[in-house]
């Protein structure tokens, strides 16, 4: 049931889908675009980099923490990216904040989609999108935050004006040619 309410909260907060628009700009004008996600938000980022692959010419998954990470950040700003997206959900790692804070550093605008339990993102996001999480179960379930992937994903292709669409029929027509699936 708290899945649900999220899933219409977040349905209802898309009302004005200026925060989306702007999300989805930002994302797709960033070659290349790192995506991070770590611990608990791997799943999350891992998502978003698989499809956005497709259709971005340059997704970077940065799901490494430490120096590699780092060394990932910069490399990623070195090559022109200039947004990072950030997936972090509870309990909020310290190498998450670690990574956004030598983004910002390093010169690159945060794309945070953190839950709506995190209250201290004052400072470290350009563009802020909080679902909610559902904690009442074993382990969180991050329904809202999935399907906002989507959404974002969604976004990012319409703003890049038809480049997206052409990739998306250039991989099927592949696909096709290799026999790729079994339908």
């Known amino acids: 049931m708290a899945e649900a309410a999220n899933l219409t909260e977040l349905a209802q907060g898309f009302a004005g889908e200026e925060a989306i628009d702007e999300f989805g700009r930002a994302l ?6 790192a995506v991070v996600g770590l611990r608990a ?17 340059d997704i970077r ?15 990623c700003y070195a090559a022109g990216g200039r947004t990072m997206l950030v997936f972090m959900m509870p309990l909020y790692p310290r190498e998450t904040l670690k990574a956004i804070e030598l983004a910002r550093n390093t010169g690159m605008k945060i794309a945070l989609v953190a839950d709506a339990g995190f209250t201290d993102h004052e400072g470290i996001a350009d563009y802020l999108l909080t679902p909610r999480v559902d904690s009442r179960l074993v382990f969180d379930s991050h329904a809202a935050a999935s399907a906002l992937v989507s959404v974002l994903l969604d976004s990012m292709c319409t703003n890049m004006n038809g480049a997206a669409q052409k990739r998306l029929d250039a991989i099927d027509r592949s696909s ?8």
Do not use: C, M
Request: glycine fraction near 4%.
């Open 61 to 75: 998954l940065l799901a490494s923490s430490g120096s590699l990470i780092e060394d990932q950040i910069e490399q």
């Open 41 to 57: 938000s791997a799943g999350l980022a891992t998502q978003f980099a698989y499809f956005a692959a497709k259709v971005h010419p």
């Open 176 to 183: 096709k040619r290799r026999k790729v699936f079994a339908n």
């Open 28 to 33: 797709a004008a960033s070659r290349p675009l």
